[in-house]
């Protein structure tokens, strides 16, 4: 078992944990407010924000998402009911079904982030320091540990059992 935890240490993921669920909660109340669920906000989000080589397949944006499969399937269907998304055959793989945006999904998408980007602006400092101050204790307390690239695994077998 490595060091103990300190009581800053303890303060400090729970003031991250209450920080992001704020902005969690923000997030929910601003895509309502657009007409859109959480859920469907964060889906034209993860369609837009893919990046240019990766084809927005159903199975990508379900992972994107922390989604079963299926889920995605349920979600893309009812935001295509709504005209934001359309989907589309891949060009080499018939069977590879690729989802994309339309205007209408492109035009509230904008709104909503663009709300999000200036929510962030005018207070995101507070989760910069959340995040920080936990990054901070944990680069005192580990002064002379292993290197970075073994710290992964080592957080991982540390991790509690379920």
């Given at each position: 078992m490595g060091?103990?935890?300190?009581?800053?240490?303890?303060?400090?993921?729970?003031e991250l944990r209450?920080?992001?669920?704020?902005?969690l909660k923000e997030g929910d109340?601003?895509?309502?407010?657009a007409g859109l669920e959480p859920q469907q906000y964060l889906m034209l989000l993860a369609i837009?924000?893919?990046?240019?080589?990766?084809?927005?397949k159903i199975r990508t944006l379900a992972d994107r998402l922390a989604l079963k499969h299926h889920s995605a399937v349920e979600l893309v269907d009812r935001l295509?009911?709504?005209g934001y998304v359309k989907r589309t055959r891949g060009r080499e793989d018939k069977r590879q079904?690729?989802?994309?945006?339309?205007?209408?999904?492109?035009?509230?998408?904008?709104?909503?982030?663009?709300?999000?980007?200036?929510?962030?602006?005018?207070?995101?400092?507070?989760l910069v320091q959340?995040?920080?101050?936990?990054?901070?204790?944990?680069?005192?307390?580990?002064?002379?540990?292993?290197?970075?690239d073994n710290r992964a695994?080592?957080?991982l077998k540390s991790r509690p059992k379920k």
């Open positions: 060091k103990r935890i300190s009581v800053a240490e303890f303060r400090a993921l729970a209450y920080r992001i669920r704020q902005f109340a601003t895509a309502r407010e837009r924000g893919l990046p240019p080589d990766v084809p927005g295509e009911q709504h079904v690729l989802v994309s945006l339309l205007p209408k999904g492109q035009k509230v998408l904008e709104r909503v982030v663009q709300y999000r980007i200036g929510e962030l602006r005018a207070s995101g400092r507070q959340a995040i920080d101050a936990l990054l901070r204790d944990g680069r005192t307390r580990n002064r002379g540990a292993m290197p970075s695994n080592e957080r």
